[in-house]
């Protein structure tokens, strides 16, 4: 049976059933049924023939005797017809041979020795014509192994009886077992060699551009488009074929396409000054722009999987105090709040956006962290200045005054 | 062609190998066997006697075998034969014809007579020899055949069926004419008395199904004659032999072979009642 898998994408499905095992069977099976019937017909023509050919031959035999005895028949010497017919059931296949006399009275008969001792309890090895008289009639009721022949015996244009001759079937059943025999050789290697024929022929024309579709199917799978399928023909496999080919050109370009839009994207993300981070709804987070790692002195990579709150802080198990994600988390809505972080020595101005899918719906959170450190310092230092000024006005007022 | 080119060639080699007879030298004795029996029996049973004939005389002596009746007289009346074995009818014409001489007759199943007899089926439902009228006889051996034959018409006659009352049908040996009765082609068989008892027959049909119709007077049983044409010590050392054989272990040992109990001595007059049987059936002055 072939196996084959279908590459990592379908796990471990494998061919139970192979199509080619199935139709290898369906096809010896077909033959087999032909075979059988055909053997049967030729079996049986062979029998007929075979047993008219013994026909013959007992027909033979019985000539041959109905010339040897006429003379005996008219010279009444029954004990030349008993030894005639004695050497004649030397004959091999020979069960019988006996005289009946034109009143229809059986004057002699010779059994063979086979049958004498295959019928006979009696030990001995000579027989009186009586029990030849009573196994010849034994024998002939029963004709399952033999053809019974009667020839009559003429001379002149005098009827003086008729032969009678069992010939045993065993040459004829020999012959047809051996016809048969060499039939069946000869029918086992043409329908081996026609199946073998037939199968190539399916594996060329239908199998093998099939394995071609899977070994395609499991490229496009790996995501190897390059590599058309082979085109087999014109039939419908080839059509087949063809609209995979396709398939696999539109699935190509249609992947380009996405690869296309989404490396635009990653390209915006990664412009943004601001750490963008994409989060799912435990705030781990999915994606990190190149600021985020540049911010947090690590590979983007690095960042992915990892709890937004264990980023920006250390070991802390819990969202940042004030952190408008778990608001987010709750309504689902744009959330704002400037947030500082010692650790980093920095303030940021956190958003968090919710991040809808058409299909699923809500899948996330967008969130943007934007430095504002220097802008609070030059807050704060302007607003030293602004107090320091007032300080150096109310002095000077007093100082005038 | 060649077949029959083959033929001539075997039939000069077998002519030129068998001895024509004693007569021209008494090296070696041919011994002819009327066929009684058919020929492959005929010639395992008597082969034994022929050797210790041989053996006992100091010449050798060999068998000769016939088919049928026809060619045992063929081969007779050729003189092929220094001594024969036949039947009664047979033993007379060649004693008128050919000057052979009686020495002795069988002695089998133990009895030193023979008789002809007509046998019939049992379930044939004949009862008399008169009931055979129309009906088809078949005799054992033809018709020199002293009791299948010669004897068996003569108790028709006595019945008073003539030629034409019945049908004749010849088998080739007694024991046919009887086998082809069990098989039911023929009403009735001429044979011998002893026709039963051999067991060519026994072996081969039912006898019980079998009965005598009617049987002959007993007369002598078949003889052994030899050639006049052989040396007077010759023919008295075969009669000697021949008559002695149940008298010695190897002539016992023959004589069981051919399915005899003894060689009885016998003289020509003891056949004149045959002669006079052949007068009234054949019409043969012998």
């Known amino acids: ?401 | 062609m060649k077949s029959f080119y083959d033929a001539i060639i075997v039939f000069i080699i077998l002519f030129s190998l068998t001895p024509t007879g004693a007569s021209a030298s008494e090296s070696s004795l041919i011994l002819g066997i009327f066929p009684r029996r058919n020929a492959e029996q005929t010639y395992i049973m008597f082969s034994p006697l022929a050797d210790h004939l041989s053996s006992e005389l100091g010449i050798k002596v060999s068998l000769d075998i016939s088919n049928n009746f026809e060619t045992f007289w063929q081969k007779l009346s050729t003189g092929r034969f220094d001594l024969i074995h036949c039947n009664q009818y047979h033993y007379l014409a060649a004693r008128k014809n050919y000057n052979f001489e009686v020495i002795g007759t069988n002695a089998e199943f133990g009895k030193t007579t023979i008789a002809g007899t007509l046998i019939v089926r049992k379930d044939s439902g004949f009862n008399s020899l008169s009931d055979l009228k129309g009906k088809k006889i078949l005799f054992g051996g033809g018709t020199d055949a002293m009791q299948s034959y010669i004897l068996a018409t003569d108790l028709l006659r006595q019945a008073g069926l003539t030629t034409g009352d019945y049908k004749e049908a010849f088998a080739i040996t007694p024991q046919n004419a009887v086998i082809g009765l069990y098989y039911k082609q023929a009403d009735a068989a001429g044979t011998g008395d002893l026709a039963l008892n051999m067991t060519t027959i026994k072996n081969r049909i039912d006898i019980s199904q079998l009965k005598f119709l009617a049987v002959s007077e007993q007369l002598p049983q078949l003889p052994w004659a030899v050639s006049e044409s052989l040396a007077p010590e010759i023919r008295r050392q075969i009669r000697r032999i021949l008559t002695s054989m149940d008298q010695s272990e190897e002539g016992l040992t023959a004589l069981k072979a051919a399915s005899l109990e003894g060689i009885t001595p016998a003289y020509d007059k003891d056949f004149d009642p045959f002669r006079k049987i052949i007068q009234e059936i054949k019409g043969q002055e012998f």
């Open chain 1, 1 to 401: 049976m072939i196996r084959r898998t279908s590459g990592n994408h379908t796990g471990n499905f494998a061919v139970r059933h192979s199509l080619g095992t199935r139709f290898s069977l369906h096809i010896f099976i077909v033959l087999l049924i032909v075979n059988f019937f055909s053997l049967l017909y030729v079996y049986k023509t062979e029998q007929r023939t075979n047993q008219q050919d013994l026909r013959d031959q007992a027909e033979v035999i019985g000539g041959y005797i109905a010339s040897s005895v006429s003379q005996y028949l008219l010279n009444y010497d029954f004990i030349s017809l008993e030894t005639t017919l004695k050497e004649a059931t030397q004959l091999r296949g020979l069960h019988y041979a006996a005289i009946v006399a034109s009143n229809e009275v059986f004057i002699a008969a010779q059994v063979s020795q086979s049958c004498v001792t295959a019928h006979s309890t009696a030990k001995s090895t000579t027989y009186s014509s009586e029990i030849q008289f009573k196994l010849l009639e034994l024998l002939r009721k029963d004709s399952s192994d033999h053809i019974d022949i009667s020839t009559p015996i003429i001379f002149g244009d005098n009827y003086l009886g008729r032969v009678v001759v069992g010939l045993s079937l065993d040459i004829s059943t020999k012959k047809t077992k051996d016809f048969l025999a060499i039939l069946l050789v000869v029918n086992a290697i043409v329908a081996l060699f026609l199946a073998t024929g037939i199968y190539f022929f399916f594996w060329k024309n239908a199998l093998q551009p099939i394995y071609n579709l899977i070994d395609g199917a499991n490229r496009v799978a790996d995501g190897n488009y390059d590599e058309p399928v082979i085109l087999a023909g014109s039939d419908e496999i080839g059509l087949l074929t063809h609209s995979f080919n396709t398939m696999m050109k539109a699935r190509k370009d249609a992947e380009e396409e996405i690869r296309k839009g989404r490396k635009d994207w990653e390209r915006l993300f990664n412009a943004v000054d601001d750490v963008v981070t994409i989060q799912d709804n435990d705030m781990r987070i999915l994606q990190a722009n190149t600021a985020a790692g540049k911010m947090l002195n690590k590979d983007p990579a690095e960042l992915i999987g990892r709890y937004c709150y264990d980023v920006f802080r250390t070991n802390k198990n819990s969202a940042c105090p004030g952190c408008p994600n778990s608001q987010c988390l709750k309504d689902h809505q744009n959330h704002h709040a400037d947030i500082e972080y010692s650790e980093l020595q920095k303030i940021f101005h956190i958003s968090a956006f919710p991040i809808y899918d058409e299909e699923q719906g809500w899948i996330g959170i967008a969130h943007i962290s934007r430095d504002i450190t220097d802008q609070k310092k030059l807050e704060s230092q302007y607003r030293q200045a602004q107090k320091m000024e007032a300080i150096g006005t109310l002095a000077g007022g007093i100082t005038t005054h």
